[in-house]
C-alpha cells in the first residue's frame, strides 16, 4: 500500500484537483514546478537554515516522566509549541514563502482558522517585504483576538469573513475567491494537508521535518528511532502529516488521528469528519466531508478554532479507509481536561488543538511501558479565554457544592460549642466560626 500521493494527484481515491478554470494556469504551474523547487539545492539550503536560525529547530522531544507513570507508558512530547510563532504552521509558511519567491508572486494570501496560520503567513510576509491579506471567519476574530493583533502588528490585513458560521471553512471559501480574482500576482499559502493537489503534498513535505526530527531524537534517547505510538489532532491534518510522514511506512508504529467532537457526535455538534463523513469535494480535493443528503455542507462545531472545519486533507482520508491510522473522537470537555492535566502536571500549557491530541491518554489503553510520542502542534497563549472560562465554570461548580452542603440537616454538622437555631432557619456557616463541617 502506498501512502504518497501519485502522479494524479491521489491517495488511494482521494485528492486530486478540482478547481475553476481561472485558477487551472496557478496550480499547474506549481504542479509542475513545486518538486524541482523544493529538491534544488539553493531552496534547501534556505530552507534547513531558517529552520534552524529562525524557527528555532529542532524543537525539543520531551520526556514526561509524571504523565508516563500517571499512564503506566513512557511518554515523549514533541514540542512544537516552542517554535517561532507558537505552533507548526511556520514549518509550512516559511517553505512556501520561498516558494512564492521562486515562482515570482508579490502578493500572498491565506486562510486562518486559529490564526495560528495566519500569523505564521504574517511573519514570513514581514521577513520578505510581501504584501499579505488573511480571510478569517468573524467567529474566529472574535474567539482568537491576540492573533488578530499580531496580525495586524506584522502588518498584514485582516478580513473577518461573514458568510456560513463564520469559521475556517467559510475563510478558505473567501480566500479561493480572491485567488480567482488576482490569479497573476497571487500566491495562496493554504495552511494545512487540504486544497488542490499539489498542495496536501506540498505542506505534508514541509511538515515532515516533526516525524524527521523524532525518529532521530527518540534514537538518541532511547536507542531506537521508532516509537510504538504517535499521536496527533487532526484539523486540516497538517501536524498529523507531519508527525506521521516518516513512519507511514513502519507498520508496527501506531498512527493515532485524533479529531475534534464537539459537543459529542449524537448532539450533531461534531467536527469529527471520519465519524460523520462521507466523499465529497471540498475546497479543491475529493475527500471525506460533513454534508447533507443532498451535498450541502454540514457546518462543523468544536470549541477549538483550529479543528473545526468540516473535511480533512485526502491524505488522512486515505489513511482511515486502508484503516493505516486509527482515528478517535475528543470533545469540547475531554480536551478541556488534558489541557489542565498537562498545564499542572508539566507546565505546559497546550493549545486547545494539541489538547485534543492528550485527550488521547485517557481514551486509549496502551501496553505497559510502550513508547508513545504525543506532538504538542502549539502553545495554548491565543486560548487563554477558553482556558479562563473553564476555571469559572469549575469554581462556580465548587461553589453550587458549597450551598448543597450549606442546607444540610443541623445533626450531621459538628460544631465547637455553636447553638443551632431550632426554627429551621438555615445558617449561613461562612459567617459563623469555631465549626467543623464534615
Ligand atoms: C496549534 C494548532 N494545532 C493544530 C491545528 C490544526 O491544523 P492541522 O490539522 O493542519 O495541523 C491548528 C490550526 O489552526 C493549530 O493552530
Redesign the pocket.
Known sequence: MSYQVNEKGYYGEFGGAFIPEMLYPNVKHLEQNYLKIIESESFQTEFVSLLKHYVGRPSPLYYSKRLSDKYGIRLYLKR??LNHT????INNTIGQILMARHLGKKRIIAE??????GVATATVCAREGLECIVFMGATDVARQMPNVEKMQMLGATVVPVQSGNKT?KDATNEAIRDWINHPDETHYII????GPHPYPDM?ARF?SIISAEIKQQLLEQTGSPLPDSVI???????????AFYHFLNEPNVKLIAVEADGKGLETGETAATMAAGRPGIIHGSLTLLMQTDDGQIVEPYSI????D?PGI?PLHSHLFKSQRALFIRATDDEALAAAFELTRMEGIIP????AHALAALSKLSFKKDETVVINI???GD?DMEAYRNHMKNIKNKEQENTQTKLSLNNEDVYTKGYTFPTDGTLVDFRKVTGLYIP
Open positions: 512544537e509549541d507558537g505552533s507548526h504552521k486562518t482558522g486559529a490564526g495560528q496560520h475556517l495552511g494545512s494537508v487540504v505542506v511538515q496527533a489532532c487532526v484539523g486540516g491534518g497538517s501536524n498529523a502529516a507531519g477549538s478554532a483550529g479543528l472545519y486533507g493549545a486547545l488543538e494539541s502542534s502549539g502553545r491565543k
